[in-house]
Structures are given as C-alpha cells and as structure tokens.
C-alpha cells in the first residue's frame, strides 16, 4: 500500500515543468510473474529521470511497454496528453518517443552515416516521397554535425559492424537523437562502456540536455554514473514503483538502501 | 552491398599533389585497359567464330574486365567511370551477342531475361528486405496463366460458371500479370509477415504447393495438367512482330534492364536504406520509426510483381504453359541462383542466373547427372564464398584497394624524405 501513496506523492512533487510523457498504472505480467506493477510517474521537459532498481525489478519492461515493444495488459502513455497506448513502436518513434536497447543495435551492414539516415529519414515527408526523393535527403549536413558532436568523423563511412564495441555504443546512442525527439529513453547506456568513455558519454547527453533541451529517461545498473548525471532517480524494486526523488534524496532513502544493501 | 552505397571511400581525397598526380596516372591506364577489353568482349563473339584463338582472346579479355574493376578504387571517378564501361559493355554484349545465333541459343538467352527479371525480385525480397520467399515461381505462374488467359478470348469454368475473357492486347496482359502476383503477394504477405526466418519461407512454400495445385486440378480454368500452348505468332508490340527468336529475345531483355533500373533506384532511395535496416535488425529499426510491416509487403509485393510480369514473358517464350514449370523446385532454383550469384548485390541474382539457365544447356553433356553437378557447385560455393560470386568480388576488391592504398601510401613517405634529404 505504501507503494501507492508514494506514487501520488512522486506525481505530485514534481509537477513543475510540461509533461512530456505521463505514464499511468501501467501493469505487465508474463506467466505468473508480474513484471512492472501499477507503475506511474511523469516525464518532464528538459529534465534527466534515472530510473533504477535490482536485476529483474522491471526496468527494461517498463521501458518496452512505454515505447511499444510490449503492449501492457493496464495502464496508459501518454505523450504530450495524447494516449499513445496502442500505437505500433514506429507511429510512437515518428511521434517523437526515440530510444536505445540494453544490447547494441546498429545496422551493421550500413556505414555510420547510412545508419544516421536510416535513423532520421521515416521522420520526413510520406513513404511515396521518399522513393523519389535524392537519396541521401538532404540530411548531409545534420547527420555530419551529429557525427562530429559524437566524435565519429572519422568513421563517418566505415561499416557499422567494423567498429569497437565503445564506438557501436555511441553511434547507437547518436541514432536516437538525429530525429529530434521529443524525449529519448536510454536503456543501460553505460553498460560495457570502459571507464573512460564513460565520463565522455555522460558528457554527450549533459550536453544535448542543456544545449539543445533534450529530454532523458535513462535505465542505469551504475549508480555513480546516474547519480551524477540525473535530476531526478525513479525506483523500481520487483515491478513496484519505489519512491521518486532526487539523488541526494534516493541515496539518503534507508528503503532503497535495504533494497540494495539488505534485501 | 558497397556497389550501393555511394559514399566517398576514405582513399585520401587529393591532399597531396604527388599521390593525385601518381593516382591519376595509374587510372587513365586503367580506363584505357578497361575500354580495350570491353570491346574486345563485345566485339569478338560476334559471326560465330569457333577459331580457339579468338576464344582465347576473348576470355583474356574478360579477365581484363574483370581485373580492371578489381583494381579501381570504387567510388574514385576512374572507378565509377570502369564500372559505368562495364555495364554498358555487358548490355552490348547482350545485345550483340545474339546476331547469327540458333533458336535454342536464343531460347536460353530468353530463359536468362526472363528468370533474371524473378531473381532480381527475389534478391530485393530476400538480399535487401532479408525475407525469404519461397513462392516466386508461384508467382511466376500466376503471371503466366493470367497473361495467357487474357489472350484470344478464352473460354474458362470454374465451379459451374464459365465466362469468355476478353482478348487483351500483349503489353495490357503483361501488366495485369504482374499486378495480379502483386495482388496475392499482398493476400499471403499479411499472414506471412507474422512469421519470421525458417516459418516464413515455409508459409510461402506451401503457398507455391497450393499455387501449383490450383494449376494442376482447375481445368477448367488452367487446362490442368496438359497444360496450354500458346504460339507467339499474334503477337506484335508497336508494329513489331514478336514471333521471331531474336526479336522477343531482345523483347525481355528491354524487361529485364528496365527491372534492374527500378531495382537499382529503389534500393538506392531511402527505401533501400530502410530494407536493408529491416534485413539487419527490425526490431530496432521500427524503434526508429520504420514502418516494417509496410516495408515489408513492399518488399515482397515489388518481388512478386517482377515474378508476375516474368511470367507473362515466359509464357511467350517457350510458348506453352503447364502447371510443372511452376512447382516448388523451380522457387528453389531461383533462391539458389540469387544466393550463389550474391545476395544483396545488383548484379549477383544476375550472375547466378546464367548459371541455372546457360550453362543449364551447355552443361547438358552431363545429362541427368547435371542436377547433381549443380548442387555440388552450390554446395562447394556456399563453403568457399558464402557472400556468393559478386559478394566475394566485392570482398576481394576491398583487400586488394586496402594493399593498393597502402604501397601508395609507402611509396610516398619514401619520395617525401628523398625531397628532404636532398637540398
């Protein structure tokens, strides 16, 4: 029961600022095993949510029914107020709802750019248009920037599958943002990254939130990294929303510290 | 798959006067070897001369195609300027190499057209989309009964009914035939696209069984096994009699360039990109907004379309239709063609379609055991080069262009600290 009051006490303390993407009761079960359980929190403008919690507690789940990969038995996603629910994973990624997989996924056949354009092309104009239109779209440029902004340039036409696992990662992370989305919901970006091109990653996605207003949610199993990059820290423990707070408040919490630590 | 894409290779773009002037010297022999040997390919076959020491020219010019775009950088301009010479050099080949030829020559030539037309339908399917499909020579039949039904006002009953269909102009019917294959791709592709790998090429397997039963049991409607012959000798295009081998040769061929043209621009377009980011990974690609079930049926309905009009053309060719042209192993065939000639390539389905075709005839000395012969090729290639001929070409370009780049770059360090040296 606790569960729920700290859910309507996480919907309402942090209620400054647009919401981008409100996600309500959502409820998924596979067998006997629920999942993700009556989850609900906001996703505001501009803002980084850390969402963490054990091996197991949903977290993955719960990103997969907010961005289509399952379709939850309850519960509602909203994006921008619009019930998004039943949509199929693409109308959500055109509607602006961009994302990255715990595992690397890259087109490995295509170079770094095509796989770029791949990634911004469905976003413009109509299926029709696009087969006539030249083939790179006038994307060029915008792609190039992105490139350079993930230090890629000069893997700008090497084949996706060729490059270091580290550099798949960025390149992966980089063809959630060429869009431009409205939100982008990054799942263990930091896994299998080595450590120094940790500090960098967390330096890219500091620098789309700031500059360009880029909205997170990022699923993290590394607690440094997310406490130092998030605003706010979301906590699943076995399906069940935790608590919603700060980090300075998450760290202080003694529940998520039995989770972690006791449990 | 590198044909495709059209980005600048990292080659060094001309910072340094010595590498341009060094490069550009080495590539106008390069074009001047490749326009030799293009026409010495073109030009030789021609009168049907068995003397061995032209045969032997002309395969050594053949080798010198071949080597010349080995050695050209792809996307340089001596490389797009080779390979353009190329391909204009194999359509005139294709184009000359018919004069004076038999009819059963020409018979296998039409056999190429027009089972390269299914093939290059079938590597957009299967070597760019990544689905596999199974049914092509059911479509390639539907194509042919739909065009062959069009044609003299055939009388046709199904089920109790019988109606007389309308006498449909030659060109008409071979539209119909591929926009009717369209039309059942679409029936099947919706079930079929929930299905993935292995099951989706059963599904469209037993598709191509129940193609072939229809066929073979409504005779009303198809002439059941007996099939129907159907002679070419009405059949004139804008005033050109068709009945002729020859003509209704370069008939298909005009089919088969224009089907490699919109493959080459579908695949060239964004839509190529997003099939090919269907073939690596759809789950991340609808993550991205792809739309992949709209993709897919496109895939698959554009493949079958290419079937569907191959059909109409293939009926005309050999001028006779039975339902055991369109059995299982005949989609077999094609999908062995697309994969030894090289998925994913353009010129690959192409390739492996000489192989099931001409060489079909000029391996026939081998007689029954021709079969056998051919699947231990298959077999033998797909251990040898697994990315089939034009994959392995590709393969090989890479490596030699990477030594090539390196000796030049080598080269060129020693030339620089000789100009130091010597004031």
Same mark, same amino acid.
């Given at each position: 029961?606790?569960?729920?009051?700290?859910?309507?006490?996480?919907?309402?303390?942090?209620?400054?600022?647009?919401?981008?993407?409100?996600?309500?009761?959502?409820?998924?079960?596979?067998?006997?095993?629920?999942?993700?359980?009556?989850?609900?929190?906001?996703?505001?403008?501009?803002?980084?949510? =850390?969402?963490?919690?054990?091996?197991?507690?949903?977290?993955?789940?719960?990103?997969?029914?907010?961005?289509?990969?399952?379709?939850?038995?309850?519960?509602?996603?909203?994006?921008?107020?619009?019930?998004?629910?039943?949509?199929?994973?693409?109308?959500?990624?055109?509607?602006?709802?961009?994302?990255?997989?715990?595992?690397?996924?890259?087109?490995?056949?295509?170079?770094?750019?095509?796989?770029?354009?791949?990634?911004?092309?469905?976003?413009?104009?109509?299926?029709?248009?696009?087969?006539?239109?030249?083939?790179?779209?006038?994307?060029?440029?915008?792609?190039?920037?992105?490139?350079?902004?993930?230090?890629?340039?000069?893997?700008?036409?090497?084949?996706?599958?060729? !490059?270091?696992?580290?550099?798949?990662?960025?390149?992966?992370?980089?063809?959630?943002?060429?869009?431009?989305?409205?939100?982008?919901? !990054?799942?263990?970006?930091?896994?299998?990254?080595?450590?120094?091109? !940790? =500090?960098?990653?967390?330096?890219?996605?500091?620098?789309?939130?700031?500059?360009?207003?880029?909205?997170?949610?990022?699923?993290?199993?590394?607690?440094?990294?997310?406490? =130092?990059?998030?605003?706010?820290?979301?906590?699943?423990?076995?399906?069940?929303?935790?608590?919603? =707070?700060?980090?300075?408040?998450?760290?202080?919490?003694?529940?998520?510290?039995?989770?972690?630590?006791?449990? | 798959?590198?044909?495709?894409?059209?980005?600048?290779?990292?080659?060094?773009?001309?910072?340094?006067?010595?590498?341009?002037?060094?490069?550009?010297?080495?590539?106008?022999?390069?074009?001047?070897?490749?326009?030799?040997?293009? /026409?010495?390919?073109?030009?030789?076959?021609?009168?049907?001369?068995?003397?061995? @020491?032209?045969?032997?020219?002309?395969?050594? /010019?053949?080798?010198?195609?071949?080597?010349?775009?080995?050695?050209?950088?792809?996307?340089?301009?001596?490389?797009?300027?080779?390979?353009?010479?190329?391909?204009?050099?194999?359509?005139?080949?294709?184009?000359?190499?018919?004069?004076?030829?038999?009819?059963?020559?020409?018979?296998?030539?039409?056999? +190429?057209?027009?089972?390269?037309?299914?093939?290059?339908?079938?590597?957009?399917?299967?070597?760019?989309?990544?689905?596999?499909?199974?049914?092509?020579?059911?479509?390639?039949?539907?194509?042919?009964?739909?065009?062959?039904?069009?044609?003299?006002?055939?009388?046709?009953?199904?089920?109790?009914?019988?109606?007389?269909?309308?006498?449909?102009?030659?060109?008409?019917?071979?539209?119909?035939?591929?926009?009717?294959?369209?039309?059942?791709?679409?029936?099947?592709?919706?079930?079929?696209?929930?299905?993935?790998?292995?099951?989706?090429?059963?599904?469209?397997?037993?598709?191509?069984?129940?193609?072939?039963?229809?066929?073979?049991?409504?005779?009303?409607?198809?002439?059941?096994?007996?099939?129907?012959?159907?002679?070419?000798?009405?059949?004139?295009?804008?005033?050109?009699?068709?009945?002729?081998?020859?003509?209704?040769?370069? +008939?298909?061929?005009?089919?088969?360039? /224009?089907?490699?043209?919109?493959?080459?621009?579908?695949?060239?377009?964004?839509?190529?990109?997003?099939?090919?980011?269907?073939?690596?990974?759809?789950?991340?690609?609808?993550?991205?907004?792809?739309?992949?079930?709209?993709?897919?049926?496109?895939?698959?309905?554009?493949?079958?379309?290419?079937?569907?009009?191959? @059909?109409?053309?293939?009926?005309?060719?050999?001028?006779?239709?039975?339902?055991?042209?369109?059995?299982?192993?005949?989609?077999?065939?094609? +999908?062995?063609?697309?994969?030894?000639?090289?998925?994913?390539?353009?010129?690959?389905?192409?390739?492996?379609?000489?192989?099931?075709?001409?060489?079909?005839?000029?391996?026939?000395? /081998?007689?029954?055991?021709?079969?056998?012969?051919?699947?231990?090729?298959?077999?033998?290639?797909?251990?040898?080069?697994?990315?089939?001929?034009?994959?392995?070409?590709?393969?090989?370009?890479?490596?030699?262009?990477?030594?090539?780049?390196?000796?030049?770059?080598?080269?060129?360090?020693?030339?620089?600290?000789?100009?130091?040296?010597?004031?």
């Amino acid at each position: 029961m606790s569960t729920i009051e700290s859910v309507d006490s996480g919907v309402d303390v942090d209620s400054d600022g647009e919401v981008v993407v409100s996600v309500r009761h959502i409820t998924k079960s596979f067998g006997g095993i629920r999942a993700v359980d009556n989850v609900s929190f906001d996703l505001h403008k501009g803002e980084i949510l =850390g969402v963490i919690g054990p091996n197991g507690c949903g977290k993955t789940t719960l990103f997969n029914c907010i961005l289509g990969q399952y379709r939850p038995d309850g519960g509602r996603i909203e994006l921008h107020g619009r019930d998004v629910s039943r949509w199929r994973p693409h109308r959500r990624a055109k509607a602006g709802l961009a994302r990255t997989f715990q595992l690397l996924q890259v087109f490995e056949s295509m170079s770094v750019r095509d796989n770029l354009k791949t990634a911004a092309q469905e976003h413009m104009g109509s299926m029709g248009r696009r087969l006539f239109q030249r083939p790179d779209m006038g994307l060029n440029d915008r792609v190039d920037r992105l490139i350079e902004r993930f230090r890629l340039a000069h893997l700008a036409d090497e084949r996706a599958g060729n !490059l270091s696992y580290g550099q798949q990662k960025l390149l992966d992370t980089a063809m959630a943002f060429v869009s431009g989305p409205a939100a982008v919901f !990054l799942d263990e970006p930091a896994g299998g990254v080595n450590p120094a091109m !940790l =500090g960098d990653l967390k330096e890219r996605i500091r620098d789309l939130n700031q500059n360009d207003g880029m909205t997170f949610a990022v699923v993290e199993h590394n607690m440094e990294f997310i406490f =130092g990059l998030a605003d706010r820290v979301v906590v699943l423990e076995q399906g069940r929303l935790l608590m919603t =707070g700060t980090p300075d408040e998450v760290r202080a919490d003694p529940r998520v510290l039995e989770v972690y630590l006791g449990g | 798959m590198s044909t495709v894409t059209s980005a600048p290779a990292g080659l060094g773009d001309g910072q340094d006067t010595v590498t341009a002037v060094e490069r550009g010297a080495v590539s106008w022999r390069l074009v001047v070897a490749a326009v030799v040997a293009t /026409a010495l390919v073109v030009t030789l076959p021609v009168g049907r001369s068995q003397f061995a @020491g032209i045969m032997w020219l002309w395969a050594l /010019a053949l080798v010198g195609i071949v080597g010349c775009n080995l050695l050209v950088p792809l996307s340089s301009w001596t490389g797009i300027v080779v390979k353009w010479m190329t391909l204009a050099g194999c359509l005139a080949f294709l184009v000359v190499f018919p004069i004076g030829r038999s009819d059963s020559t020409l018979l296998d030539l039409g056999l +190429f057209a027009v089972f390269g037309i299914v093939c290059i339908g079938t590597n957009l399917v299967h070597g760019f989309a990544g689905k596999v499909s199974l049914a092509q020579a059911g479509f390639l039949g539907i194509g042919a009964y739909v065009s062959v039904l069009l044609d003299d006002g055939r009388e046709v009953a199904i089920g109790g009914m019988s109606t007389t269909l309308p006498n449909v102009p030659f060109l008409l019917a071979i539209a119909i035939a591929g926009l009717t294959s369209m039309v059942f791709s679409v029936l099947i592709g919706f079930p079929a696209l929930r299905v993935q790998g292995p099951w989706l090429a059963f599904v469209t397997l037993a598709f191509n069984l129940l193609v072939f039963l229809v066929l073979n049991n409504e005779e009303g409607l198809t002439g059941g096994s007996r099939g129907i012959r159907i002679p070419r000798d009405d059949v004139d295009v804008f005033g050109i009699d068709l009945f002729p081998s020859r003509n209704y040769y370069y +008939f298909c061929l005009v089919f088969l360039v /224009a089907a490699v043209a919109v493959v080459w621009w579908i695949v060239r377009s964004p839509w190529g990109r997003a099939f090919k980011a269907l073939r690596d990974n759809p789950a991340r690609a609808a993550s991205l907004g792809v739309d992949i079930r709209t993709y897919t049926l496109l895939a698959f309905s554009i493949g079958a379309g290419l079937a569907g009009v191959a @059909g109409a053309l293939y009926a005309r060719l050999i001028e006779f239709v039975d339902p055991r042209g369109f059995y299982i192993g005949q989609s077999f065939d094609f +999908f062995l063609a697309t994969v030894v000639g090289g998925l994913g390539t353009l010129v690959g389905p192409l390739i492996g379609v000489s192989f099931i075709t001409v060489l079909t005839d000029r391996l026939r000395v /081998a007689g029954d055991y021709y079969r056998v012969w051919f699947g231990l090729f298959v077999v033998v290639m797909m251990l040898v080069a697994p990315k089939g001929v034009a994959g392995s070409f590709n393969l090989l370009r890479a490596r030699i262009q990477k030594r090539l780049h390196k000796r030049l770059q080598s080269r060129l360090r020693q030339r620089r600290r000789g100009t130091r040296e010597t004031p």
